[in-house]
């Protein structure tokens, strides 16, 4: 499989515990809950956040839709293997060459420190070196968001540098950038 191969039919992630899979507009009610948490939008800083249901289910048709048909995102649902129950959303968007991409997630708050994001980063992480042939994927993390930082090291991350007062959201923040190559890749 190939970057341009990758965007054919939406890729379904297997893992351990969870699925990486297709959101689907009937997730929307799912996704306004965890995802509106001041928990959740805490260092989001300015992502926005869906009014109602509506606007939730405009935002998963969007990026099931257009983003992905341009190639200019991944955006999996992660939800619980056993029960199918969609507990975050984890994508792969910003890609530069078809070499490079940035990681973006977030994780309903009920599902914290169960290491549901570590998994679901390995895997991304996995499909992007092994299917796209990507280089490069990397995340930037506000320092004062630790436990977003620990999981990026636990998945295999590497903490690159401080990014100065950087464009984080509507603000300007200091900011890790982190990193994992290609050859990196945990087993």
């Not at 009937?26 to 509506?54: M, T």
């Not at 630790?146 to 991350?157: D, N, Q, R």
């Amino acid at each position: 499989m190939s970057f341009k191969e990758a965007f054919k039919s939406f890729p379904l992630i297997e893992l351990e515990r969870l699925r990486l899979r297709f959101m689907h507009p009937s997730d929307a009610e799912r996704y306004l809950g965890w995802f509106s948490a001041k928990e959740v939008q805490q260092f989001l800083n300015g992502l926005a956040c869906p009014k109602d249901i509506e606007e939730a289910r405009r935002f998963i048709e969007n990026m099931n839709g257009r983003y992905f048909k341009s190639k200019l995102t991944i955006c999996w649902g992660i939800a619980l293997k056993e029960s199918d129950e969609l507990v975050g959303r984890i994508e792969l968007c910003r890609f530069v060459r078809q070499s490079m991409a940035e990681v973006a997630y977030s994780l309903s708050k009920d599902h914290w420190n169960n290491g549901y994001m570590t998994e679901a980063l390995q895997g991304a992480a996995k499909f992007g070196f092994q299917k796209m042939g990507l280089h490069r994927i990397q995340a930037t993390v506000v320092p004062e968001n630790i436990a977003s930082v620990k999981v990026l090291c636990k998945a295999g991350f590497s903490k690159e540098g401080l990014l100065r007062q950087y464009n984080y959201g509507n603000e300007f923040r200091d900011t890790f950038m982190m990193s994992m190559l290609k050859e990196e890749i945990p087993e």
